[in-house]
């Protein structure tokens, strides 16, 4: 059924990413904002929420894509689905026990140096130096590997041999692309629509969030189990040794609740990361997730969104009781406008059945860089568009990252991406417009106009269009927000009650009622503890006894 024409089922919205890889200058900035923010704690030495690879090229944790080993994601079974790492049976038998998680050697052995050593040493001839120590064991070690380990390295044939992605290629095309080009591939949770990692948890502590998608951990109910981090597909999940607890990408929801983006994408140098909301129906992500076709998960991943400018779609949202603020602000989503209107943002690995909700636009610049080494003009439309269609070893590579190796949709995207530049070049060299480079890939000249405004020269508030959390009325499908901002909300206290004495209560016939918390008790009467010197038994320490001892 097309897009937009079926009456909307179950209603709901979704915080949402794109990334423009051609942007992406491999500076590994957001990793670190993200790590200094989130997993810079005792045992998460290892684990980052936020990664940068280069491509061709191994990943993090290495070789994470193949699903032949990590049994991550889901499989389809006749015509159902189900998760690759097996039914509940046979995680059970799992249960202590998992062949399949990544071990210390998938990803690296964390380390600092001995800067002591260094600042420490006594004179002498010799120039001292900060060895390296082991984050684990603290012993002297060898630096054998590390989160970026492949780093600018995508043409080398000793580490893109084992590139999970160019297995699938032939070796001829995979000599002749070592020679065309390489590109960064940044990486997050993908906070997805249809999460394994969610299923498969045995203690229920995965979760995605019913009012913004987001998929978190419950550190309280998590066990340590460990069946999330084989389970998801994409291997954003780690393990902290040292609580015993799951951790992953949180989507920095303290930030998305007050309309803030993300830390990586506040940090990105190259401005290349857009956050908005997405509208989908809820009932169709089942049926999208199981079609028998892995080269159509794309397109049915993109008939679950909702066209939020269709009158429908926002009543049925409000009905759902999704806010009118969060309507507008899917109607202005860069995300939406990137996957649904210009159809140039493609999912990462459709074929996991994930539904994933962090998409890319493919990079063009290898096209462009190729024919201008050949002497031809890379901005021209013949010549552009021709390469486009004939250099099948870019097409090929990045099918199997974002269309499950249909090239189509990946050619699709790269020529109105083409068509893009092609028409801004006419504009700034004064050239005459010409109506049919757009008309050749479906876009008219406003939407290309419009297109170029949001991939180069969007501002800050037309990249992160971000409602605030919210609270839904009594009786609403959708359960209570998680904001601190809501008057009378959790810590939201007179501040100057932290630092005086507990009014009195009013003496009898007065009109004045004493001061409540938001559960509506009172707080006349109570300690408060910031005052006390520790000294005693005070009055209100402890609730008062009613009736006798």
């Not at 290495?62 to 995680?91: F, H, N, T």
């Not at 009781?321 to 507008?328: K, R």
Request: aromatic share 8%.
């Amino acid at each position: 059924m097309p897009r937009g024409e079926a009456t909307p089922g179950r209603v709901m919205a979704q915080v949402a990413m794109v990334m423009n890889l051609d942007k992406c200058i491999g500076c590994h900035t957001c990793s670190v904002t993200c790590k200094q923010t989130w997993t810079n704690r005792t045992g998460t030495e290892y684990a980052w929420f936020n990664n940068v690879e280069t491509r061709p090229g191994q990943g993090y944790p290495r070789r994470y894509e193949d699903q032949d080993r990590w049994r991550g994601g889901w499989e389809l079974k006749r015509g159902r689905l189900v998760p690759r790492s097996g039914g509940r049976a046979r995680r059970l038998a799992r249960l202590f026990a998992n062949p399949e998680l990544p071990t210390l050697d998938d990803y690296y052995e964390p380390w600092t140096y001995d800067y002591a050593n260094l600042t420490q040493a006594p004179l002498g001839d010799d120039l001292p130096t900060a060895p390296p120590r082991s984050q684990i064991d603290g012993r002297a070690m060898a630096i054998s590997a590390g989160p970026n380990w492949d780093d600018d390295l995508g043409g080398g044939p000793g580490h893109t041999a084992a590139d999970p992605v160019l297995e699938k290629i032939s070796d001829q095309v995979r000599l002749e692309y070592e020679q065309a080009f390489m590109f960064y591939l940044p990486r997050i949770c993908e906070h997805c629509l249809n999460p394994s990692c969610v299923a498969v948890c045995p203690s229920g502590a995965m979760y995605k969030r019913i009012e913004d998608g987001i998929v978190l951990v419950d550190q309280d109910r998590c066990r340590g189990w460990r069946m999330c981090v084989s389970g998801c597909p994409y291997k954003k999940v780690y393990f902290n040794h040292a609580t015993g607890k799951a951790e992953k990408c949180t989507l920095c929801y303290p930030r998305i609740e007050a309309g803030e983006p993300t830390v990586c994408s506040e940090t990105c140098v190259g401005r290349l990361r857009y956050l908005g909301v997405i509208l989908y129906d809820a009932d169709r992500v089942g049926e999208a997730a199981s079609v028998e076709d892995e080269q159509g998960l794309y397109e049915a991943q993109l008939g679950c969104f909702l066209d939020p400018a269709d009158p429908g779609v926002a009543r049925a949202a409000e009905e759902a009781g999704i806010p009118h603020d969060w309507v507008t602000a899917a109607r202005e989503s860069p995300v939406h406008a990137l996957i649904s209107r210009y159809r140039v943002a493609l999912p990462l690995h459709p074929e996991y059945r994930t539904m994933p909700m962090v998409w890319y636009v493919p990079p063009l610049s290898p096209v462009v860089d190729a024919l201008t080494r050949t002497g031809h003009d890379g901005e021209a439309p013949e010549s552009l568009f021709g390469a486009i269609d004939t250099l099948r070893i870019p097409l090929a590579y990045l099918a199997e990252l974002f269309t499950a190796g249909d090239t189509e949709p990946v050619e699709a995207a790269l020529c109105r991406l083409a068509a893009m530049r092609t028409t801004m070049r006419r504009v700034n060299l004064g050239q005459e417009p010409d109506p049919d480079i757009a008309r050749s890939v479906g876009m008219t000249e406003e939407e290309i106009h419009a297109m170029y405004r949001l991939l180069a020269l969007a501002k800050y508030e037309e990249r992160y269009v971000i409602p605030t959390s919210y609270t839904a009325e009594h009786g609403s499908p959708v359960d209570t927000g998680c904001s601190l901002e809501e008057a009378g909300g959790p810590g939201m206290y007179d501040p100057d009650g932290f630092h005086t004495a507990p009014a009195a209560p009013p003496a009898p016939g007065t009109a004045t009622a004493p001061a409540t918390d938001p559960s509506g008790a009172s707080l006349a009467g109570r300690l408060n503890l910031l005052n006390w010197d520790g000294r005693g038994r005070p009055d209100g320490l402890f609730p008062r006894q009613e009736g006798p001892a």
